[in-house]
């Protein structure tokens, strides 16, 4: 019997505008698209990982207004259960979004319901926290409970994989709770509140550092070069990313780590764990939106094997499944 993932995290009202650049500040520019997706960082984990065929359950809130429904309704359609998503009086969280031709992006997130997300609620959904093979937070809900959840973790000896992010500093207490830390490059600078050379070495020696913090294992997530694996004494490893061309690259993260848990969960190694986790989030950056353009299993497969033919070992895991 599987042990569910549960994430515990925002569920948000991505609203997104298309347009050729981000704008400067204080500068007006004429966009081409406006779309609304399912979003929020939580979620958008908890419906990859779902849509990869794990079994997930969330805990979070959503809002008493018509985006709530419609969230929760886009939760339970990708197969996430959600028993532990709250509706609180109020607004849902919102994240307006604009995405630049290459797939960048810039995010301004409200956190609105999500911020209703306490330690007590946690504390009601302790039957399903204490039952899960491995527990997904990530920062867009309120520090106290992240900080909640990690002793929760620890207490039930549940590993523990924090999306660092929006980039915030964290304290050492916190870090040496948490089995996997996955940042990108900004948030590394704001946890480790110094800037590092770009590049491979300046990566291993960010890595580094985040271990002497005490977090057991750092994935850095590095854009369109890949990852970084750092674990202990153990060799670090740099998995790079598949060349796709990028059309939005709004929850990328996302996508990578519900790969990478997936991966983990299916009782794959750590390495090839990451490489379903670059597949996962490269095909994520060639559909526009969050949630919609989280692949399923047979489109990762059809993914790898295309790109790694008979390399592609990661299906190993797949007589697991
Ligand atoms: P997000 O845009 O969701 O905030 P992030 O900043 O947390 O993402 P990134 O490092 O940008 O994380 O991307 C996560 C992963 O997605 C990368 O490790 C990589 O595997 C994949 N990825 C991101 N951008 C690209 C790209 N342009 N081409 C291929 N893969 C990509
Ligand atoms: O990681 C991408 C997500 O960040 C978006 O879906 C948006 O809701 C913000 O939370």
């Known amino acids: 019997m599987q042990k ?16 050729d650049r981000i704008p400067q500040v204080g500068e007006t520019i004429i966009g ?7 979003g929020g960082k939580g979620a958008n984990q908890a419906v990859a990982a779902a849509k990869l065929g794990y079994p997930v359950s969330m805990v979070g809130n959503v809002g008493n207004d018509a985006f709530g429904t419609q969230l929760r309704n886009g939760l339970e359609d990708a197969g996430v259960d959600s028993t532990y998503v709250n509706t609180v009086e109020g607004a849902s969280g919102v ?10 992006n810039n995010i ?8 209703h997300l306490t330690p007590e609620q946690l504390e009601k959904a302790a039957t399903i926290l204490e039952h899960a093979g491995l527990l997904l937070t990530q920062l867009e809900i309120p520090l106290e409970t992240v900080e909640y959840l990690a002793q929760f973790a620890e207490r039930h000896n549940i590993p523990l994989m924090l999306d660092p992010a929006p980039a915030r500093e964290l304290s050492g207490k916190l870090l040496r709770k948490v089995s996997w830390i996955t940042p990108n490059e900004t948030e590394t600078e704001k946890l480790l509140r110094t800037n590092f050379e770009n590049g491979d070495q300046g990566a291993y020696a ?3 550092c985040l271990l002497d913090c005490g977090v057991k294992n750092v994935l850095l997530k590095l854009g369109s070069r890949g990852c970084l694996i750092a674990q202990g004494t153990l060799a670090k490893e740099r998995v790079p990313a598949f060349s796709v061309n990028a059309v939005d690259t709004t929850g990328a993260g996302d996508a990578f780590n ?18 379903f986790a670059c597949a996962v989030a490269a095909i994520s ?22 790109r790694l033919g008979s390399e592609a070992s990661f299906l190993a895991v797949e007589s697991k499944v």
């Open 258 to 275: 519900a790969g990478f848990a997936v991966g983990l969960m299916r009782g794959s190694t750590v390495a090839r764990s990451a490489i």
């Open 95 to 104: 994240a307006l979004i604009t995405t630049g031709r290459g797939g960048e």
């Open 206 to 208: 960010a890595a580094e």
């Open 4 to 19: 569910p993932i549960v994430v515990v995290g925002s569920i948000n009202l991505d609203l997104v505008v298309g347009a």
């Open 108 to 115: 301004v997130v409200v956190p609105g319901a999500n911020g």
């Open 285 to 306: 950056v060639t559909h526009h939106g969050a949630q919609p353009s989280m692949p399923t299993w047979a489109e990762v497969k059809a993914f790898v094997n295309n």
């Open 32 to 38: 081409h698209t406006f779309n609304t997706f399912h």
